[in-house]
T-cell receptor
């Protein structure tokens, strides 16, 4: 079974703090993604990566950065957290050989006070 | 900006009935389409994908694609209370070869199956 894990299920941070969200997949997938999900707005792509050290901006990259130093790990960084970044963050991974089926992690609910 | 549109619902159907979930997409270049199910408080999980015009069946689920009308649907036969969830439609563009593409999700339709 594909397993995608995220470092925290719930996280509370203060405005201005630097926040790291970690995602690890154990199936040697090439592609990894970070989304945020908000009521009424659905799933929105923040960043994705199709190889180690490669990254592409999604629809809403402002205020975020990412790091992919190893194939299995994709990190989302909030350089200076703001209250409008309070959201559910979902990581996903996918192998190109499986027809673009994305496997999601359990999600991190981040609250910025 | 690519768009995938879904009726937010809630869609309520009685147990045993057919639930019909619909999705339209704006980008004629979209080639593959996905239906994900998301239970409350959980992450999305893939139910089906379809890339050819027509119907694709998997157990109680049937995905239908009409590229001329830019329309995708998901039928759930013999609906069960355990099918109550939010269903997300997603579309993907042609693979660029550089690994660069995006999956665009609709906002989802909430389905309630009433016992």
């Amino acid at each position: 079974d594909v397993k995608v894990t995220q470092s925290s299920r719930y996280l509370v941070k203060r405005t201005g703090e630097k926040v790291f969200l970690e995602c690890v997949q154990d199936m040697d997938h090439e592609n990894m993604f970070w989304y945020r999900q908000d009521p009424g707005l659905g799933l929105r792509l923040i960043y994705f990566s199709y190889d180690v050290k490669m990254k592409e901006k999604g629809d809403i990259p402002e205020g975020y950065s990412v790091s992919r130093e190893k194939k299995e790990r994709f990190s989302l960084i909030l350089e200076s957290a703001s209250t409008n970044q309070t959201s559910m963050y979902l990581c996903a991974s996918e192998t190109r050989t499986r027809g673009n089926e994305q496997f999601f992690g359990p999600g991190t609910r981040l609250t910025v006070l | 900006q690519k768009e995938v549109e879904q009726n937010s619902g809630p869609l309520s159907v009685p147990e045993g009935a057919i639930a019909s979930l619909n999705c339209t997409y704006s980008d004629r270049g979209s080639q593959s389409f996905f239906w994900y199910r998301q239970y409350s408080g959980k992450s999305p999980e893939l139910i089906m994908f379809i890339y050819s015009n027509g119907d694709k069946e998997d157990g109680r689920f049937t995905a239908q694609l009409n590229k001329a009308s830019q329309y995708v649907s998901l039928l759930i036969r013999d609906s069960q209370p355990s099918d109550s969830a939010t269903y997300l439609c997603a579309a993907i563009d042609a693979y660029s070869g550089a690994g660069s593409y995006q999956l665009t999700f609709g906002k989802g339709t909430k389905l309630s199956v009433i016992p």
